[in-house]
Each structure stands twice: as structure tokens, then as C-alpha cells.
């Protein structure tokens, strides 16, 4: 019999929609892959401690702490998952990572970028004594994505010239859908931006291996009051009576140049009907392109500019073989993976990283580097000066 890995022992604070897929992901990996670290569930923490326990039972965790502090302090914790709203971030990162824990942090890193800053300062000190520290786009090990950004580095697409992203739900497309943390600037930072927009800054820097130089952007509110919900939901409704005020951007649009010289188009919503997660990505080089959607997950388009003319035309790659990243862990070939499995892949990853001793990525830094993108596009979209308004319209 191979004896079971050494155990990586898990305390996770939050256990709302992310925190439910990251426990999925803690109990799974284990289950599909071999890793060189076993996860154990340790501890989850929240400040109900009625809903705490149920979710503990319903999640598979071992025990409950009703103040994120004592999972820091506990000597049981090697790793500590963040899966709460942005404001919290930066605290509870900082002070896990001087306890000496691994930290796991959802995205977008952090709500500004002071704490971003301070948050890949702390991990650039952990570092120094192999305390590491992963922020969570988990989109990246979606196959088909890590399939793209494979052949860009492969150099099947030769020179990007145009990058087009877009990330589109409808969920508050209703005026009448109720308040969430999300639509609140001291929880969450930034609206659809920070929330979604940053999944597509994170995914097109890493499909293509550059990085953004600059934006022009435009933020709108559309919805400027909700009403509070008697009760909370999967998105973390604010419970309360009345109507309660959006105050951050309902919808991001921007330009953007990468470092190589591409052309970018961006675009964040959640007022797109029927989009649910359309989270598109386009990319054009001068010697092929590639299209994505996440509403056909297990699917990519290329299209070879070498092919002759006669046949050329995308070729739709069913992304579910096991010669594809992460596939052949699974099902077999041809079954096709869901939302779910990123997480699983994020975990697979990040223990593989601990494992060997080194930095998983994507790091604070690269968090960091985001949440530069997210202010400089906040940034653009106040200053109104380089907007050029068309002569006889308002
Ligand atoms: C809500 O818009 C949300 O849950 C995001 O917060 C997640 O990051 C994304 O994966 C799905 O949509």
C-alpha cells in the first residue's frame, strides 16, 4: 500500500457561494488527482454559529471557530482559505501570513490598491521562510484556457495583434433584484469591474504571457437603489427593510494596449439578458486566432492562418481528452467538466506548489498587478477629459 501524503491541514473563513466551492475543491482534489499533500478540512469559521455548524456538517468541515483570529492561532492550520468579501481581505491575509499560514484569497485580491500592496508586501516577507501566499482566479485552469494560453506560448498565434474580452451576467439586469455586498464599494471594492472585470484582465494577460499598459475607460451605474431582502441569498444579499443604495459601477467597458503592442477591448456587465457567464475572449495574431466562451466551457476555437485557403476555417477543439490540461484526471474522454472543476484544479496546483517548495501562481503580486489595472480603469473613467462628445448631441 503507498502511504497517504503528509497532510495539509486547511482553516477556511467564509462559507457563502465561493466558500462552498473551494470546500468542493479541498474534498475533490485528493479524489481525481494524486497529490503530494493531503488536505484535510480542519476548520471553518464564520460569525453565526448556528449557520456555522450547518455549514460545517453540509461542507464536510472537522470543527468551527466563530472568530477568524483563533484559526490563525491555532497550531492545526498549515493553510488559510479566504473565500469573504474584498474589505476583509487584506486584514485576515496579513495577519495569517505573519501567524506563518499559506493563504488562499479570493478574487479580486483586495479593494484597493494600498491593500494590495500591503498584502504582496506580507507575502514577499512570508516567502523568505516558505510561508506562500495564491490569489484565486480560478478561471485560469479552465482546460480550454490553459489550452489557449498554451498555444500562444507555443507561438500558433504568432504576434497578438487585437485582444477582445468580455465577461456578461444578467443577474441584477432586474431593477427589482435585491442588494447585495456586491453592489456595496465598502464591501466589494468595485462593482461588475472589480468582481468580473477582473476574472477577464487576469485571463487575457495570462492567455497571452503579457501584461496591460494602459486603459480608457467608462464606468455607469444603472441601478441606483435595491431593495434589501428580507433574507440572504447565493450572492450574499444584504438583508434588511426598505431600499437599500448600489454604489459602485453596474457595467465596466474599457480599452486597453498589452506590452507587445495588441489592441484591447473590454467589457464587464451583469445587465446582459441571458447572458448568465459569458466570459468571452477573442484573441487575434498575425499567424492564427482563438475564441472562447464559458458558456461552452469544454470547447476552443482556433483558427491556423497556415491552413490553405480551401479548408481553413475555425476548428472547434472539444477540450475533453485526456491529452488536454488537467482532463485525463478525470472522466473519460469526451465527458467534459463544469464551473466546479477550476477550484479542484486551483487546489491541484496550489498543493503541488507547496509541495516542491515553491510560488503558486497567481501571486499577490500578480494580484496586486490587477488591482492596478481595476484602479487605473476606475481612474480613466473619472476623468472625463479625454472624452470627445459628438458635436449636436447632448
Ligand atoms: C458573481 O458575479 C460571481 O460569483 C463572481 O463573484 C465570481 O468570481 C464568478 O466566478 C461568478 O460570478
Same mark, same amino acid.
Given at each position: ?30 479524489? /481525481? ?12 469559521? =464564520? ?18 471557530? !466563530? ?7 491555532? %497550531? ?53 521562510? =516558505? ?76 492567455? !497571452?504571457?503579457?501584461?496591460? %499598459? ?19 441569498? !447565493? ?20 480599452? =486597453?494596449? /498589452? ?14 439578458? =441571458? ?38 476555417? /475555425?476548428?472547434?477543439?472539444? &477540450? ?56 487605473? &480603469? ?17
Amino acid at each position: 500500500m503507498t502511504p497517504t501524503p503528509p497532510p495539509l491541514r486547511v482553516g477556511m473563513i467564509g462559507y457563502a457561494f465561493m466558500g462552498v466551492a473551494h470546500s468542493h475543491a479541498w474534498r475533490t482534489a485528493p479524489r /481525481f488527482f494524486d497529490l503530494p499533500l493531503t488536505p484535510e478540512l480542519t476548520v471553518l469559521a =464564520g460569525r453565526d454559529p448556528a449557520a456555522l455548524s450547518a455549514a460545517a456538517d453540509r461542507l464536510g468541515w472537522a470543527g468551527t471557530e !466563530t472568530d477568524w483570529h483563533r484559526v490563525l492561532e491555532r %497550531t492545526d492550520v498549515d493553510l488559510v482559505d479566504i473565500c469573504t468579501p474584498g474589505d476583509t481581505h487584506a486584514e485576515i491575509a496579513i495577519a495569517a501570513l505573519e501567524a506563518g499560514k499559506h493563504v488562499l484569497c479570493e478574487k479580486p485580491l483586495a479593494n484597493s490598491v494600498a491593500e494590495a500592496e500591503a498584502m504582496a508586501a506580507a507575502a514577499e516577507r512570508a516567502a523568505a521562510s =516558505g510561508v506562500r501566499a495564491m490569489v484565486g482566479f480560478t478561471y485560469r485552469r479552465v482546460p480550454a484556457v490553459t489550452l489557449a494560453r498554451k498555444l500562444v506560448a507555443d507561438g500558433r498565434l504568432g504576434t497578438i495583434r487585437h485582444v477582445r474580452a468580455q465577461y456578461l451576467q444578467d443577474w441584477i439586469a432586474d431593477p427589482a433584484a435585491p442588494m447585495s455586498w456586491r453592489l456595496q464599494k465598502d464591501k466589494a471594492g468595485s462593482g461588475a469591474l472589480g468582481d468580473i472585470g477582473a476574472h477577464i484582465v487576469d485571463l487575457t494577460q495570462f492567455i !497571452t504571457g503579457q501584461r496591460l %499598459t494602459g486603459v480608457s475607460a467608462l464606468l455607469e451605474t444603472f441601478v441606483k437603489k435595491r431593495p434589501l431582502p428580507a433574507s440572504t441569498g !447565493t450572492l450574499g444579499g444584504v438583508a434588511g427593510e426598505g431600499m437599500g443604495e448600489v454604489t459602485v459601477d453596474d457595467a465596466a467597458v474599457f480599452l =486597453g494596449r /498589452f506590452t507587445e503592442g495588441a489592441l484591447a477591448t473590454f467589457e464587464a456587465t451583469r445587465f446582459a439578458l =441571458g447572458r448568465k457567464n459569458a466570459i468571452r475572449i477573442e484573441v487575434n495574431g498575425s499567424a492564427g486566432s482563438l475564441a472562447f466562451d464559458f458558456e461552452d466551457m469544454n470547447v476552443l476555437h482556433f483558427y491556423d492562418g497556415a491552413d490553405p485557403a480551401e479548408t481553413a476555417g /475555425f476548428r472547434r477543439i472539444v &477540450v475533453t481528452e485526456p491529452e488536454h490540461p488537467y482532463v485525463g484526471a478525470w472522466w473519460p474522454a469526451g465527458h467534459g467538466l463544469g464551473y466546479e472543476h477550476g477550484f479542484t484544479h486551483q487546489v491541484v496546483d496550489l498543493v503541488a506548489a507547496l509541495a516542491a517548495g515553491e510560488q503558486p501562481t497567481p501571486s499577490f503580486a500578480d494580484g496586486l498587478q490587477v488591482q492596478r489595472v481595476l484602479d487605473a &480603469v476606475e481612474r480613466s473613467a473619472a476623468d472625463r477629459s479625454t472624452w470627445t462628445p459628438i458635436e449636436g448631441e447632448s
